[in-house]
C-alpha cells in the first residue's frame, strides 16, 4: 500500500508576493514569530508510524508541509497518488488539517484519511463531525492501531469499528472501544532505522498529572519505557546518520526512573558512545552522582519544567515540586557545566501580579542559563480544560469556530492581572540569556569531572572570551584530542583565536579544516560565509572589520530538510520506489 503522512501548515500560507487570505489565513493578530521553531519539527510520532509501517512492508511518504505556501500544498497533493493519508493534528495546525482534508479528498476522492495526534485524541467525536473528509480518527498510542486499518484497507474490509478509533456509521459519528496501551515498547520498530532525525524518544507517559499538560490524553497514565538496549542501540544508529552530533532526547520526563539513566549514561560511555545530547525532566528526579554521569556520557543542557517561582501557583498546577528544589537541582547541574533551561508560564491558575512578581525574584536567585516564557495555552484534553470547561469560561466549539492559533489566555485572572501579564509578555519574548560562568567556574567544572573533552571545550571558551588565547588554544586543542564529537567548532575556536592574532591564513587553514570535518554546524557555516564575503571585498588590505561568531552551546542547525522540516522537494517526490521513503 502507498501511505503519505503528512505534517500540515498552520493555515493557507500565502506564498510571496500573492495577497493575505482573509478567511483561511493566519488570525488578524498573527505576528511573525508566533509559531516558534518547534512548531516546523515534524512530530516524532510520524516517524514512529512510519517506521512500523515501512517494517510492515508498505511504502511511505512523510511530508513536513508546516512551512509551504497553500499553492505548492494544491499542487504536492494533487501530484500525489497514494491509497491513505495520514496527518497529526495539534491544535496549532488543526485548521490547516481540515483544510488539507479537503484538498486530498478534491483530488483523490477515493483515497482514505486518517487523523491522530494530541488535538485529535481529546476532540475525536468532535473533530469527526466537523472534517467531513477525514474518514477516520486514531486515538492516543496509535501504532498498532494505524497498522489495523491499513491491513483491512489492503483487503477490501471495512475500516469501521477499529479499536482505538472514532469513525462514521451512516450520519452517527461512533467511538470504538479503546485500544490497551502498548505494555513492551520494545516490539515497535525503531525510526532510526528509517529517518535522519536528531529527536529520539525513549519512553512514553509521565507519572505526574500538572493541570496544563496533555500527556495522559495521549499515552495514559504512568511511565513506560524503552529497555536500555533498544535505546543504545537506537543512540548508535541515530549517531552514525546525522552529520551533527547532537541528539534531543524528548520524552516527556527522561529521568523519571534514574537508576535506568544512570545505567545508559554508563553503557554509553563503556561503548565509546559519542555525541552530545539534552533532555528534558523535572528537579526534583535529579541527584549529585546522577547528574555526574549524565555529563560525562554527554548531556550539555537540561531542560527545566519550572513554570513558577511561586509555591501557590507550584501547588495550584499540582506541580509537586518547590522552589528551593529547583533551586537545589539548578546549582547540582551547575556543578558539573550542564546548561539549564527553565520552562516558564505566566497566567496559571491563581495568578496574580504578587505571585508573578515572586517568580521575577526567584529567577534573580535561581540564574539558569536560560529561560523562556509561554503565556498559558489550554489545551484539550488537560484538567485545566476541562475545569474551564465545566466552569463555562470556554466550549470545545471554540477549537472548530475560531481561527486563533492557540486558546493563550489567563485561566481565572482579573482583567488588571491580564494586562499587567501581557505588557510583561510582549516586553520579554523569547530565549532570555542569564547565567553565564567565569573560566575559574570552568576550572573547577574541570576538576570535578576529570578529563572530559567537553569540559575542556568550555573551559577554551572561556579562556578566549577572557582574552587568554594561550590558554584558550590549549584546552581545545585538548577536547579534539579527547575526541570532542563536534571537531568543526573546535577548529572554529581555532580559527578565531588565530583571527584575534592577526593570523589570516591560520584563521582560513582551520576554517577549511574544519569544513572538511565537520561542516554542517550554523555557527561554523556562518563564520565560513562572513571570511569569504569579507575576502571578496577586500578586507585584508583594506582593513575592514571581520565579526566572527564563537560559540559552541547546543545550538542545532538541522538542515532544512524532507522530512524532519519543511524544505524543499526533489523534482521527482511523486514517484514511488522501493523503500518508498522520501
Not at 491509497?83 to 497529526?88: A, F, R, V
Not at 535522519?196 to 493541570?211: L, Q
Not at 499540582?318 to 516558564?344: C, F, H, N, W
Given at each position: 500500500m502507498r501511505i503519505v503522512l503528512l505534517y500540515p501548515p498552520p493555515w493557507k500560507i500565502a506564498a510571496p508576493g500573492e495577497p493575505r487570505r482573509d478567511e483561511d489565513g493566519p488570525p488578524a493578530d498573527y505576528r511573525e514569530g508566533d509559531l516558534d521553531a518547534d512548531f516546523y519539527q515534524t512530530p516524532y510520532?510520524?516517524?514512529?508510524?512510519?517506521?512500523?509501517?515501512?517494517?510492515?512492508?508498505?511504502?511511505?511518504?512523510?511530508?513536513?508541509?508546516?512551512?509551504?505556501?497553500?499553492?505548492?500544498?494544491?499542487?504536492?497533493?494533487?501530484?500525489?497518488?497514494?491509497?491513505?493519508?495520514?496527518?497529526?493534528?495539534?491544535?496549532?495546525?488543526?485548521?490547516?488539517?481540515?483544510?488539507?482534508?479537503?484538498?486530498?479528498?478534491?483530488?483523490?476522492?477515493?483515497?482514505?484519511?486518517?487523523?491522530?495526534?494530541?488535538?485529535?485524541?481529546?476532540?475525536?467525536?468532535?473533530?469527526?463531525?466537523?472534517?467531513?473528509?477525514?474518514?477516520?480518527?486514531?486515538?492516543?498510542?496509535?501504532?498498532?492501531?494505524?497498522?489495523?486499518?491499513?491491513?483491512?484497507?489492503?483487503?477490501?474490509?471495512?475500516?469501521?469499528?477499529?479499536?482505538?478509533?472514532?469513525?462514521?456509521?451512516?450520519?452517527?459519528?461512533?467511538?470504538?472501544?479503546?485500544?490497551?496501551?502498548?505494555?513492551?515498547?520494545?516490539?515497535?520498530?525503531?525510526?532510526?532505522?528509517?529517518?535522519?532525525?536528531?529527536?529520539?524518544?525513549?519512553?512514553?507517559?509521565?507519572?505526574?498529572?500538572?493541570?496544563?499538560?496533555?500527556?495522559?490524553?495521549?499515552?495514559?497514565?504512568?511511565?513506560?519505557?524503552?529497555?536500555?538496549?533498544?535505546?543504545?542501540?537506537?543512540?548508535?544508529?541515530?549517531?552514525?546518520?546525522?552529520?551533527?552530533?547532537?541528539?534531543?532526547?524528548?520524552?516527556?520526563?527522561?529521568?523519571?526512573?534514574?537508576?535506568?539513566?544512570?545505567?545508559?549514561?554508563?553503557?554509553?560511555?563503556?561503548?565509546?558512545?559519542?555525541?552530545?545530547?539534552?533532555?528534558?525532566?523535572?528537579?526534583?528526579?535529579?541527584?549529585?552522582?546522577?547528574?555526574?554521569?549524565?555529563?560525562?556520557?554527554?548531556?550539555?543542557?537540561?531542560?527545566?519544567?519550572?513554570?513558577?517561582?511561586?509555591?501557590?501557583?507550584?501547588?495550584?498546577?499540582?506541580?509537586?515540586?518547590?522552589?528551593?528544589?529547583?533551586?537545589?537541582?539548578?546549582?547540582?547541574?551547575?556543578?558539573?557545566?550542564?546548561?539549564?533551561?527553565?520552562?516558564?508560564?505566566?497566567?496559571?491558575?491563581?495568578?496574580?501580579?504578587?505571585?508573578?512578581?515572586?517568580?521575577?525574584?526567584?529567577?534573580?536567585?535561581?540564574?539558569?542559563?536560560?529561560?523562556?516564557?509561554?503565556?498559558?495555552?489550554?489545551?484539550?484534553?488537560?484538567?485545566?480544560?476541562?475545569?474551564?470547561?465545566?466552569?463555562?469560561?470556554?466550549?470545545?466549539?471554540?477549537?472548530?469556530?475560531?481561527?486563533?492559533?492557540?486558546?493563550?489566555a489567563p485561566f481565572d485572572a482579573d482583567e488588571d492581572t491580564t494586562r499587567a501579564l501581557g505588557a510583561w509578555f510582549s516586553d520579554h519574548r523569547g530565549l532570555q540569556i542569564g547565567y553565564r560562568e567565569t573560566a575559574a567556574d570552568f576550572e573547577r567544572i574541570l576538576e570535578r569531572l576529570g578529563d572530559c573533552?567537553?569540559?575542556?571545550?568550555?573551559?577554551?571558551?572561556?579562556?578566549?572570551?577572557?582574552?587568554?588565547?594561550?590558554?584558550?588554544?590549549?584546552?581545545?586543542?585538548?577536547?579534539?584530542?579527547?575526541?570532542?564529537?563536534?571537531?568543526?567548532?573546535?577548529?572554529?575556536?581555532?580559527?578565531?583565536?588565530?583571527?584575534?592574532?592577526?593570523?589570516?591564513?591560520?584563521?582560513?587553514?582551520?576554517?577549511?579544516?574544519?569544513?572538511?570535518?565537520?561542516?554542517?554546524?550554523?555557527?561554523?557555516?556562518?563564520?565560513?560565509?562572513?571570511?569569504?564575503?569579507?575576502?571578496?571585498?577586500?578586507?585584508?588590505?583594506?582593513?575592514?572589520?571581520?565579526?566572527?561568531?564563537?560559540?559552541?552551546?547546543?545550538?542545532?542547525?538541522?538542515?532544512?530538510?524532507?522530512?524532519?522540516?519543511?524544505?524543499?522537494?526533489?523534482?521527482?517526490?511523486?514517484?514511488?520506489?522501493?523503500?518508498?521513503?522520501?
Amino acid at each position: 500500500m502507498r501511505i503519505v503522512l503528512l505534517y500540515p501548515p498552520p493555515w493557507k500560507i500565502a506564498a510571496p508576493g500573492e495577497p493575505r487570505r482573509d478567511e483561511d489565513g493566519p488570525p488578524a493578530d498573527y505576528r511573525e514569530g508566533d509559531l516558534d521553531a518547534d512548531f516546523y519539527q515534524t512530530p516524532y510520532g510520524l516517524f514512529a508510524l512510519g517506521a512500523q509501517v515501512l517494517r510492515a512492508g508498505h511504502q511511505v511518504k512523510i511530508l513536513n508541509l508546516s512551512a509551504y505556501p497553500w499553492s505548492r500544498v494544491e499542487e504536492i497533493v494533487a501530484r500525489l497518488d497514494a491509497d491513505l493519508w495520514g496527518m497529526s493534528c495539534w491544535t496549532a495546525n488543526r485548521r490547516g488539517v481540515r483544510m488539507l482534508a479537503e484538498c486530498i479528498k478534491r483530488h483523490h476522492p477515493e483515497a482514505h484519511v486518517a487523523v491522530g495526534g494530541p488535538h485529535a485524541t481529546p476532540l475525536g467525536p468532535e473533530l469527526l463531525s466537523r472534517y467531513a473528509h477525514v474518514d477516520t480518527v486514531c486515538l492516543g498510542e496509535s501504532d498498532v492501531t494505524f497498522l489495523e486499518l491499513i491491513d483491512r484497507l489492503v483487503r477490501g474490509r471495512d475500516a469501521r469499528g477499529i479499536a482505538g478509533t472514532v469513525y462514521r456509521d451512516g450520519s452517527r459519528i461512533i467511538t470504538a472501544p479503546p485500544r490497551k496501551r502498548i505494555q513492551d515498547l520494545d516490539v515497535l520498530a525503531c525510526p532510526q532505522d528509517y529517518f535522519d532525525t536528531h529527536v529520539m524518544m525513549t519512553a512514553r507517559g509521565c507519572p505526574w498529572a500538572c493541570t496544563f499538560c496533555g500527556a495522559d490524553a495521549t499515552w495514559g497514565r504512568g511511565f513506560r519505557a524503552h529497555s536500555i538496549d533498544y535505546v543504545l542501540s537506537a543512540m548508535k544508529k541515530v549517531s552514525r546518520r546525522l552529520p551533527v552530533k547532537m541528539i534531543q532526547i524528548k520524552d516527556d520526563t527522561f529521568t523519571t526512573d534514574k537508576k535506568r539513566v544512570l545505567e545508559i549514561c554508563r553503557r554509553m560511555r563503556e561503548q565509546n558512545l559519542n555525541f552530545l545530547w539534552s533532555c528534558d525532566t523535572r528537579v526534583d528526579l535529579l541527584s549529585d552522582d546522577l547528574l555526574r554521569e549524565m555529563r560525562l556520557a554527554g548531556c550539555q543542557r537540561l531542560s527545566l519544567g519550572v513554570e513558577s517561582g511561586s509555591q501557590t501557583i507550584l501547588d495550584r498546577i499540582d506541580k509537586k515540586m518547590t522552589p528551593q528544589e529547583i533551586l537545589e537541582s539548578t546549582e547540582l547541574a551547575k556543578k558539573y557545566g550542564i546548561k539549564v533551561r527553565y520552562y516558564m508560564m505566566l497566567g496559571n491558575r491563581g495568578e496574580t501580579r504578587e505571585t508573578f512578581a515572586e517568580t521575577e525574584r526567584f529567577l534573580e536567585r535561581a540564574k539558569p542559563h536560560e529561560y523562556v516564557f509561554a503565556c498559558l495555552s489550554i489545551y484539550p484534553g488537560t484538567r485545566d480544560f476541562r475545569d474551564a470547561e465545566r466552569a463555562g469560561r470556554l466550549h470545545r466549539n471554540i477549537f472548530f469556530d475560531g481561527d486563533f492559533q492557540e486558546y493563550k489566555a489567563p485561566f481565572d485572572a482579573d482583567e488588571d492581572t491580564t494586562r499587567a501579564l501581557g505588557a510583561w509578555f510582549s516586553d520579554h519574548r523569547g530565549l532570555q540569556i542569564g547565567y553565564r560562568e567565569t573560566a575559574a567556574d570552568f576550572e573547577r567544572i574541570l576538576e570535578r569531572l576529570g578529563d572530559c573533552h567537553a569540559a575542556h571545550m568550555d573551559l577554551g571558551a572561556a579562556y578566549y572570551h577572557e582574552g587568554k588565547l594561550d590558554l584558550a588554544e590549549q584546552h581545545i586543542r585538548r577536547a579534539l584530542e579527547l575526541g570532542y564529537p563536534c571537531p568543526g567548532l573546535s577548529y572554529n575556536h581555532l580559527a578565531c583565536i588565530a583571527k584575534a592574532r592577526g593570523n589570516i591564513d591560520q584563521m582560513m587553514d582551520s576554517f577549511t579544516l574544519a569544513a572538511k570535518t565537520d561542516p554542517q554546524h550554523w555557527v561554523l557555516i556562518q563564520n565560513v560565509n562572513a571570511a569569504r564575503a569579507w575576502f571578496k571585498r577586500g578586507g585584508p588590505g583594506r582593513g575592514l572589520p571581520l565579526d566572527l561568531v564563537v560559540r559552541h552551546d547546543f545550538q542545532l542547525l538541522e538542515r532544512t530538510v524532507q522530512p524532519t522540516l519543511p524544505g524543499p522537494l526533489p523534482d521527482d517526490f511523486a514517484q514511488w520506489r522501493a523503500p518508498g521513503v522520501l
